[in-house]
């Protein structure tokens, strides 16, 4: 087995999982509209309370990178639902019976809900641009908190794929997930300051990856908070969002990664 | 003798439950070996086992000569397995799935893409290869999955039950399928819990029971443990069946089995129709009357009451993890 094979294995399994977008467009259209849907909701309907003097413009700005986050950390959930359908149709048996890289079934799971981030992420920048969103800073930035974005997602993809191994039934993946994926994407700066939560809130918001996900997009989009009141979070995490989110992400692959590896070759053993 | 698939005490359990105890197989090179047994006797966890998908708590296996235990990956490289519930992804197209197993099988772009083609020409599929799967019949999945495992043209083959949940004509499709690659000199590891396909496909066959082999042997030689034909009677009087075991018994090549809510009783016979006729002409001799009468080919059922005294499937909960 060669690092060519490797990749070459981790390609064909990512081009597989591609073609199922293509072949099932309903599913890129509804985890697209979701998003957009979230845009639309808190922009209008919780925009004007949160930012009044502004008409919630200044409120739209700041939401979109929340918005960002949490739909790339939501799209994660398609990584373990796609694993967990495979394990139950009896397509991770034939793959773990072919002479190929075994890493490559995981790899190429995660690679491919990258792409699918891609796409979800132009979607949606389309509709910020739409609701008023400026990127306020230069192309390199702006890409720069795009790609930072993707390499979070990257991450929990991974948390997501050991848990599509564990529990080999789409539906629960589904429901599983959220119960987890809401508060973290929740208790954060997502949607609203931080300095706006109770106080222990604040705390775990603070710390939370997603908050300083969120914050380094907005630092590097420059979407300012709307009614700034001068209480900036001293908290390390948000001081220096895009090392902390690195860090987070790096961790997350090392600890989640081998996790899943072992699951996989346990997967069908059952 | 130039063996393919060699297996020797291979035991697998799931905590207290013994799915495989002590199971040992030989295979030569070219032939064909029926795995008989009910749902849960362990059958696919011995294909599981021999395609490297699961580990045994003891025994050893080799595929073509190679250790499946110690060299996992080049058995992977010998062996095609096609399994009960057809693998094939059905977001891809016929030849997307066969050309994908090719590349896995690191085959090359080109060599992948012709020999997809090839493969859905063999098995019917050419008008419908650029159709994704969803849109396939139940037969036409199972032999897009039985190409998936000759892709790479392994020297072994294993199918685990390939024509359960078919219908009967897609059933004999298949067979036919399968006897023409097993002219080409494949050997093959069949399972199923049909004896009648064990006795159109395999050379030998070995009845698996609660995790152990309880017979073997050619089809010929299990039937004449187990009887040939079956024959069938329904009386109409209930209290006279009895009376009707008495006078057909004679006949049998074993005293028959009866079932007083059915009012009907099986004998294993020889020469089925001339038992029968004998048999209807002795029963109207003493002027016992026949509802239904009949001569049938022996079933899996027949086997194990033959074998072990009980049902196929009986008592089974336990094994469903096996399965």
Do not use: C
Not at chain 1, 128 to 150: K, M, Q, S, Y
Not at chain 2, 5 to 23: F, H, N, P, S, W
Not at chain 2, 208 to 216: E, F, K, S, T
């Amino acid at each position: 087995m060669t690092t060519l094979d490797v990749v070459n294995d981790a390609a064909v399994v990512a081009k597989r999982n591609l073609i199922k977008i293509k072949r099932v467009p309903d599913l890129l259209v509804f985890t697209t509209l979701s998003p957009i849907m979230f845009v639309l909701l808190f922009a209008y309907v919780f925009g004007g309370a949160i930012d009044p003097s502004g008409g919630g413009a200044a409120y739209r700005e700041f939401l979109i990178a929340g918005i960002f986050a949490q739909t790339v950390v939501f799209g994660a959930t398609n990584t373990g639902a796609g694993l967990a359908d495979d394990v139950k149709k009896g397509i991770i048996d034939r793959f773990r019976s072919l002479p190929m890289a075994p890493s490559a079934v995981l790899t190429g799971r995660t690679l491919s809900d990258v792409v699918n981030n891609v796409i979800v992420l132009i979607v949606m920048s389309i509709t910020g641009l739409i609701v008023g969103w400026r990127i306020n800073t230069g192309p390199l930035e702006a890409l720069w908190g795009f790609v930072l974005l993707l390499i979070f997602a990257y991450a929990i993809s991974w948390v997501m794929a050991w848990l599509g191994l564990l529990i080999p039934s789409p539906e629960v993946i589904n429901n599983a997930s959220f119960i987890v994926i809401f508060p973290l994407t929740f208790v954060a700066n997502t949607f609203v300051p931080i300095d706006t939560l109770p106080g222990p809130l604040q705390v775990v918001a603070e710390w939370n990856p997603v908050s300083s996900v969120t914050e380094a997009a907005r630092e590097l989009f420059g979407n300012p908070a709307p009614n700034p009141t001068g209480n900036v979070s001293t908290a390390w995490s948000l001081v220096h969002p895009q090392l902390y989110t690195l860090i987070w992400s790096v961790v997350i692959v090392a600890v989640f990664a081998p996790l899943a590896g072992a699951q996989y070759r346990r997967a069908a053993s059952r | 003798m130039d063996v393919a698939i060699e297996v020797a005490g291979l035991v697998k359990r799931y905590g207290d439950v013994t799915a495989l105890d002590g199971v040992d197989l030989q295979v030569p090179r070219g032939t064909v070996l029926g795995l008989l047994g009910p749902n849960g006797a362990g059958k696919t966890t011995i294909v599981r086992i021999l395609t490297t998908l699961l580990q045994p708590d003891a025994g050893r296996a080799t595929i073509d000569g190679v250790d499946v235990l110690a060299n996992p990956r080049e058995v992977r490289r010998r062996l095609g397995l096609s399994g009960q519930y057809a693998a094939v992804d059905e977001y891809l197209t016929g030849f997307e799935n066969l050309d994908m197993i090719g590349r896995l099988y690191h085959l090359g772009r080109s060599r992948s893409r012709e020999r997809a083609r090839e493969l859905l020409a063999q098995f019917s599929l050419t008008d419908a290869g650029d159709r994704p799967a969803r849109t396939y019949s139940g037969g036409m999945r199972r032999r897009l999955d039985l190409a998936g495992a000759l892709v790479a043209h392994p020297p072994v083959l294993f199918l685990d039950e390939p024509t359960t949940g078919l219908d009967p004509r897609s059933r004999t499709e298949m067979w036919g399928v399968i006897q023409q690659l097993v002219a080409d000199g494949t050997t093959l590891l069949l399972t199923t819990q049909y004896l009648e396909e064990a006795d159109v496909l395999a050379d030998d066959i070995v009845v698996i029971d609660h995790g152990r082999a309880i017979a073997r042997g050619t089809s010929d030689e299990l039937k004449a443990q187990i009887g040939g034909e079956r024959l069938e009677l329904t009386v109409s009087d209930e209290d006279r069946l009895e009376e009707a075991v008495g006078v057909v018994t004679p006949l049998g090549v074993a005293p028959p089995v009866t079932d007083e809510h059915r009012r009907s009783l099986t004998m294993p016979v020889t020469g089925g129709v001339k038992a029968l006729r004998q048999a209807l002409d002795r029963l109207e001799a003493v002027g016992l009357e026949v509802d239904d009468a009949g001569v049938r080919r022996p079933t899996l059922d027949d086997v194990f009451l033959t074998l072990t005294g009980s049902t196929a499937g009986d008592d089974e909960p336990a094994d469903e993890v096996a399965s």
